[in-house]
């Protein structure tokens, strides 16, 4: 089989709480999925920010990262992403120089501008309503690129306060999006820019397009940087990865339609009544047989020119997961380590 190791894979995990499990199961298989991942050969391993859900333990990715990070050795460790308005652009800038002091050369700093929550805690978490808003966001971003050493003017707060007093490098900031307002915006400060793909909700090309035609290079990156998420899942067979698929479909028709679910077991949701429309949602999910999942993930970095593929294996249990990236990274030849 032909390498394709010149395309990057890495991986994104949500610390989902699968049902019948604690939070503290959720994050102990996240960081046991991250020691996995390095051992098979991924580049990063991002977690995510998520309020007030019930089944996603992942709320404060820094604290997260900074466990995951110990608990590695090589891989890089991110944020995918830290949800900005959230929070004041110096504690976030704090928080990840000292990561990056503790790991150098390891941290990622994916920022996005959702709040990754309802309007409720959003409001509960920035203290007042009326910073909802993503209005300010760019400058937000700006002073955050400055405090960590990529000040973009000469005059800012970088110039009065410090992120960490001795800085010797900076985590590699990434700026996340869904749309083409954060493609435009990654491309004007010459930032790495990952898309989701994996929200389903289209519109990839568009931002990819908007991204590299207003890419402007900067001191971080001299060419365009594309990242772009996928949701994969792979077993032996492709009936195998159908089955375990199916707790993930019925989870993501619940949230489309306004409802919270627990991710199943794969033989409660083979008996679940909504499993048949949530496997005839019209999706950009990539489930199969090794063989078949390559082909698409091909398929996708050729239409997108995506510069690395991160997945995110969507199943119930801990096991098939990492079955799922020890099977992707063999016939993806990442040089899996035993």
């Known amino acids: 089989m032909t390498a ?42 991002w977690v995510a920010e998520h309020h007030n859900m019930p089944n996603i333990a992942s709320t404060t990715p820094a604290v997260l990262i900074a466990h995951l990070a110990a608990a590695t050795a090589t891989i890089r460790v991110g944020s995918g992403g830290v949800m900005l308005p959230n929070h004041p652009s ?83 900031i990434v700026l996340l999006g869904s749309s083409d307002f954060s493609a435009q915006l990654a491309g004007q400060l010459g930032l790495p820019f990952a898309f989701a793909h994996h929200f389903d909700t289209g519109g990839t090309l568009l931002a990819l397009d908007t991204y590299r035609e207003n890419f402007a290079p900067s001191a971080v990156l001299d060419q365009p940087y594309a990242i772009v998420t996928a949701a994969v899942l792979t077993a032996a067979t492709d009936e195998e990865a159908t089955w375990f698929a199916a707790p993930g479909q019925l989870m993501t028709l619940a949230l489309r339609t306004g409802r919270r679910l627990a991710l199943l077991s794969p033989a409660a949701a083979a008996n679940h009544p909504d499993l048949a429309t949530a496997r005839s949602m019209p999706t950009n ?51 899996v380590a035993h």
């Open 90 to 172: 110096l504690v976030i800038a704090e928080q990840f120089a000292m990561l990056e002091a503790l790991h150098p050369g390891r941290i990622d700093l994916g920022i996005g501008r959702a709040p990754g929550t309802d309007p409720g805690t959003a409001a509960a978490l920035r203290r007042t309503p009326a910073g909802l808003g993503a209005e300010e966001f760019p400058r937000h971003l700006i002073d955050l690129m400055g405090l960590l050493g990529d000040p973009r003017s000469a005059d800012g707060i970088w110039n009065r306060f410090a992120a960490t007093p001795t800085a010797a490098s900076a985590p590699t």
């Open 285 to 335: 999910r990539i489930v199969g047989a090794p063989g078949p999942v390559v082909a698409r993930i091909e398929a996708l970095a050729h239409q997108t020119k995506a510069d690395e593929i991160m997945v995110f294996p969507f199943t119930h249990g801990i096991d098939e997961r990492v079955h799922s990236l020890e099977l992707l990274a063999h016939a993806w030849q990442l040089g």
């Open 4 to 45: 394709h190791s010149d395309i990057p894979l890495s991986v994104l995990d949500l610390s989902i709480v699968s049902a019948g499990a604690t939070s503290a199961d959720a994050l102990a298989n996240t960081t046991l999925l991250a020691r996995r991942a390095e051992e098979f050969g991924y580049t990063r391993f």
